[in-house]
């Protein structure tokens, strides 16, 4: 189905549902049997039929939202796996054959089943591959727990029909039916998420909405961030089913892992902000608690290769995002090069120079190419990930050069604009201040007028790279008394060596030299404004535009790590993590999940902005992720290599990298903005009040 037509289903499921099912709240007690005839009568079991896997997962998200069991995806695995036999297929589809699927542990039953009571037969799988065979239901009990329906055990009776299940199509099964459970958990405690936003903008304690809490907002904010990766990994397993593309099993997995780590933190983050009022049997929110855990759990019993298993065992990498035909085939080409070209700054920025990928995004009026977004990105993620030394000159681009282009002079793109292309302009960014670091909008440095020119007086922190840069850019108030504040801020591009600037140097833990400047009556000629007089808010915002690329490039840097740590243990992996199911391949899971999670957030970020939209949660919720996961991967490197990830220099694992990226990983975290003000501005996003 196209994306509109997955709508309008959604919107029917819904509909059906409601009426035959009822809501959340009523789930003891509500009708399945209703429901599975209203679904057939539907054709929603029929999907299998056309292979619709993307129908399903549509259906189940609405099913889950209602805390409702209905085994869609039962039906949609039974159809793929009885292959040929058409009227069975027929009879699934019209709900006369209720088939549930079930992995065959050899006893002639079937454990923790949904709607085990109302089925008539149970296909069971065999996890290693050899036949799989279609068993009438002899007889039924109940299974009282979290699950609402209960889960049931089924007695089988002998097989009707069988099918030979190579192995690889028998973990396929699996992992569809994972993938349904998942996406039902997912969608449960989404629903709980959005009541809970909504409760903290209308409940009002101790005189005012809950929602302008801070703990309230950074809650609400990692839970949408949660929710938006989860959903977006879903929609990448499900587009590269129906591409037929070979990963889509990993991003299946990859989605359903993921999910596991997240959907029942989302469930209680939305319990915490609905506190007693979410507690009791007569709001939907206990209902959807016991459908995210069940769901949830019941991936226990389904089991099939781990994500972390695979890319250690199969020496597979994560799933890689297309970014279409121009973006692929540059990608190519700029592998070759990379590969060809030494990593000396002294080569390789010359090299990329000359080939006119500096700035290659800019209108060709202006010596650019008109490059695609999908290229720059390329550019980045690959720069990034192959740690060429070109950081600087890519950043002098993104960052300062967009805007000279839109909001410069004639005579500042002709004197800027080539050094950005040449890889010759070092600059660097003069925002920070003792009382503003991620509120720009109180900065205190001022520029006053004198003249045809400006005198600067103040001073800025943390400026990374200022001891060897040539220019600043720099941010100072020209209208103390602008209502709102940021509205008196003016952008200025000023020589570092002008007379008056000092610059006062300092280590940060990455090893990095970040400086203190100061500005005492620093003479700036009008010239050297880029914008309007307190235009600059407008400015600064095109520039910081250009960190949505650079998101990229982090995520790119985390996965050259991963791939880096792969490449050490696949010698001995179970030396290094222990067999399958220890901790510390589990560890590895997580974070290669959560990576892939960032990686689309980040691709999702990319998307808002190439179709003119603003990325207005997509672009803090990717940098949020990033900024904690990095953290997170430098501690596990720690933890799963022992001392000697520890170790710095050419002969230590991924070349010292592990070790740096743990020491430069807060910066990720608190630089240009920190993560609890990026969760701020998601809370805004969601509509929270301040």
């Given at each position: 189905?196209?994306?509109?037509?997955?709508?309008?289903?959604?919107?029917?499921?819904?509909?059906?549902?409601?009426?035959?099912?009822?809501?959340?709240?009523?789930?003891?007690?509500?009708?399945?049997?209703?429901?599975?005839?209203?679904?057939?009568?539907?054709?929603?079991?029929?999907?299998?039929?056309?292979?619709?896997?993307?129908?399903?997962?549509?259906?189940?998200?609405?099913?889950?939202?209602?805390?409702?069991?209905?085994?869609?995806?039962?039906?949609?695995?039974?159809?793929?796996?009885?292959?040929?036999?058409?009227?069975?297929?027929?009879?699934?589809?019209?709900?006369?054959?209720?088939?549930?699927?079930?992995?065959?542990?050899?006893?002639?039953?079937?454990?923790?089943?949904?709607?085990?009571?109302?089925?008539?037969?149970?296909?069971?799988?065999?996890?290693?591959?050899?036949?799989?065979?279609?068993?009438?239901?002899?007889?039924?009990?109940?299974?009282?727990?979290?699950?609402?329906?209960?889960?049931?055990?089924?007695?089988?009776?002998?097989?009707?029909?069988?099918?030979?299940?190579?192995?690889?199509?028998?973990?396929?099964?699996?992992?569809?039916?994972?993938?349904?459970?998942?996406?039902?958990?997912?969608?449960?405690?989404?629903?709980?998420?959005?009541?809970?936003?909504?409760?903290?903008?209308?409940?009002?304690?101790?005189?005012?909405?809950?929602?302008?809490?801070?703990?309230?907002?950074?809650?609400?904010?990692?839970?949408?961030?949660?929710?938006?990766?989860?959903?977006?990994?879903?929609?990448?397993?499900?587009?590269?089913?129906?591409?037929?593309?070979?990963?889509?099993?990993?991003?299946?997995?990859?989605?359903?892992?993921?999910?596991?780590?997240?959907?029942?933190?989302?469930?209680?983050?939305?319990?915490?902000?609905?506190?007693?009022?979410?507690?009791?049997?007569?709001?939907?929110?206990?209902?959807?608690?016991?459908?995210?855990?069940?769901?949830?759990?019941?991936?226990?019993?389904?089991?099939?290769?781990?994500?972390?298993?695979?890319?250690?065992?199969?020496?597979?990498?994560?799933?890689?995002?297309?970014?279409?035909?121009?973006?692929?085939?540059?990608?190519?080409?700029?592998?070759?090069?990379?590969?060809?070209?030494?990593?000396?700054?002294?080569?390789?920025?010359?090299?990329?120079?000359?080939?006119?990928?500096?700035?290659?995004?800019?209108?060709?009026?202006?010596?650019?190419?008109?490059?695609?977004?999908?290229?720059?990105?390329?550019?980045?993620?690959?720069?990034?990930?192959?740690?060429?030394?070109?950081?600087?000159?890519?950043?002098?681009?993104?960052?300062?050069?967009?805007?000279?282009?839109?909001?410069?002079?004639?005579?500042?793109?002709?004197?800027?604009?080539?050094?950005?292309?040449?890889?010759?302009?070092?600059?660097?960014?003069?925002?920070?201040?003792?009382?503003?670091?991620?509120?720009?909008?109180?900065?205190?440095?001022?520029?006053?007028?004198?003249?045809?020119?400006?005198?600067?007086?103040?001073?800025?922190?943390?400026?990374?790279?200022?001891?060897?840069?040539?220019?600043?850019?720099?941010?100072?108030?020209?209208?103390?008394?602008?209502?709102?504040?940021?509205?008196?801020?003016?952008?200025?591009?000023?020589?570092?060596?002008?007379?008056?600037?000092?610059?006062?140097?300092?280590?940060?833990?990455?090893?990095?030299?970040?400086?203190?400047?100061?500005?005492?009556?620093?003479?700036?000629?009008?010239?050297?404004?880029?914008?309007?007089?307190?235009?600059?808010?407008?400015?600064?915002?095109?520039?910081?535009?250009?960190?949505?690329?650079?998101?990229?490039?982090?995520?790119?840097?985390?996965?050259?790590?991963?791939?880096?740590?792969?490449?050490?243990?696949?010698?001995?992996?179970?030396?290094?993590?222990?067999?399958?199911?220890?901790?510390?391949?589990?560890?590895?899971?997580?974070?290669?999940?959560?990576?892939?999670?960032?990686?689309?957030?980040?691709?999702?970020?990319?998307?808002?902005?190439?179709?003119?939209?603003?990325?207005?949660?997509?672009?803090?919720?990717?940098?949020?992720?990033?900024?904690?996961?990095?953290?997170?991967?430098?501690?596990?490197?720690?933890d799963i290599l022992g001392p000697v990830a520890a170790l710095s220099g050419t002969e230590a694992p991924?070349?010292?990298?592990?070790?740096?990226?743990?020491?430069?990983?807060?910066?990720?975290?608190?630089?240009?903005?920190?993560?609890?003000?990026?969760?701020?501005?998601?809370?805004?996003?969601?509509?929270?009040?301040?």
């Open positions: 189905m196209a994306a509109e037509e997955l709508t309008e289903f959604a919107a029917s499921v819904a509909g059906v549902t409601a009426r035959t099912w009822g809501g959340a709240a009523g789930a003891a007690a509500a009708d399945l049997d209703g429901l599975w005839a209203a679904g057939a009568a539907q054709g929603w079991f029929a999907l299998g039929q056309d292979d619709a896997l993307g129908a399903v997962l549509t259906a189940l998200r609405e099913l889950g939202r209602a805390a409702c069991p209905l085994p869609l995806m039962d039906a949609f695995v039974a159809v793929r796996v009885l292959g040929e036999d058409e009227k069975a297929a027929a009879r699934i589809a019209a709900g006369e054959l209720r088939v549930l699927v079930a992995p065959d542990d050899g006893t002639g039953m079937a454990r923790y089943l949904d709607g085990g009571a109302l089925a008539t037969h149970v296909l069971t799988l065999p996890a290693a591959g050899g036949t799989a065979y279609l068993r009438p239901v002899t007889g039924s009990r109940e299974l009282p727990g979290l699950a609402e329906p209960p889960w049931t055990t089924a007695d089988l009776g002998p097989a009707e029909a069988q099918v030979p299940l190579a192995t690889a199509d028998a973990a396929d099964a699996l992992v569809l039916l994972r993938l349904g459970l998942a996406a039902r958990a997912l969608a449960a405690a989404e629903r709980s998420h959005e009541m809970a936003v909504e409760h903290a903008k209308n409940r009002r304690q101790f005189g005012k909405a809950i929602g302008s809490f801070g703990a309230v907002q950074q809650r609400a904010a990692s839970c949408q961030i949660d929710v938006s990766a989860a959903t977006l990994l879903v929609g990448r397993a499900a587009d590269a089913y129906a591409a037929g593309r070979d990963d889509w099993a990993l991003q299946a997995r990859i989605a359903a892992e993921y999910i596991a780590l997240t959907a029942r933190r989302v469930q209680l983050g939305a319990h915490h902000t609905l506190a007693a009022i979410g507690y009791f049997a007569e709001h939907d929110a206990p209902w959807l608690f016991r459908r995210v855990h069940a769901d949830v759990t019941r991936l226990r019993a389904l089991p099939v290769a781990a994500v972390a298993d695979t890319l250690l065992e199969a020496g597979a990498s994560l799933p890689s995002f297309d970014l279409g035909q121009a973006g692929e085939s540059f990608r190519g080409e700029l592998r070759e090069f990379i590969a060809a070209t030494p990593s000396d700054p002294s080569v390789m920025v010359p090299a990329m120079a000359s080939r006119g990928w500096l700035g290659f995004g800019w209108p060709a009026a202006h010596g650019g190419r008109d490059a695609s977004l999908a290229e720059q990105v390329v550019l980045y993620e690959e720069c990034m990930y192959a740690r060429a030394p070109v950081t600087i000159q890519l950043a002098s681009v993104m960052l300062l050069g967009n805007s000279i282009l839109r909001h410069g002079t004639a005579a500042q793109r002709d004197a800027f604009l080539p050094l950005i292309r040449d890889g010759k302009l070092h600059f660097c960014l003069g925002y920070s201040e003792p009382e503003a670091g991620s509120d720009l909008a109180s900065l205190r440095t001022k520029a006053e007028r004198d003249g045809d020119g400006w005198v600067v007086n103040g001073q800025k922190l943390w400026t990374t790279g200022g001891h060897l840069a040539s220019h600043v850019w720099l941010a100072a108030r020209t209208d103390p008394e602008a209502t709102p504040p940021h509205a008196g801020i003016t952008v200025f591009l000023v020589p570092m060596d002008t007379p008056g600037i000092t610059v006062q140097q300092h280590t940060a833990l990455s090893g990095e030299i970040s400086c203190t400047v100061f500005y005492d009556d620093v003479r700036v000629p009008d010239t050297a404004r880029v914008g309007e007089v307190n235009g600059g808010w407008k400015v600064i915002a095109d520039a910081l535009a250009g960190e949505r690329v650079v998101m990229g490039g982090i995520a790119a840097s985390l996965l050259r790590q991963l791939d880096d740590l792969l490449g050490v243990v696949r010698a001995d992996p179970d030396a290094w993590l222990g067999p399958r199911g220890s901790a510390a391949r589990a560890r590895l899971g997580e974070l290669a999940v959560t990576l892939q999670a960032n990686r689309a957030l980040v691709a999702a970020a990319i998307g808002a902005t190439a179709s003119g939209g603003g990325a207005r949660l997509e672009a803090p919720m990717a940098g949020v992720l990033g900024g904690e996961l990095a953290e997170e991967f430098g501690e596990a490197m720690l991924g070349a010292g990298a592990f070790e740096y990226g743990l020491r430069l990983s807060i910066m990720y975290v608190v630089g240009g903005g920190t993560n609890d003000i990026q969760r701020g501005l998601i809370a805004r996003g969601l509509g929270l009040p301040r």
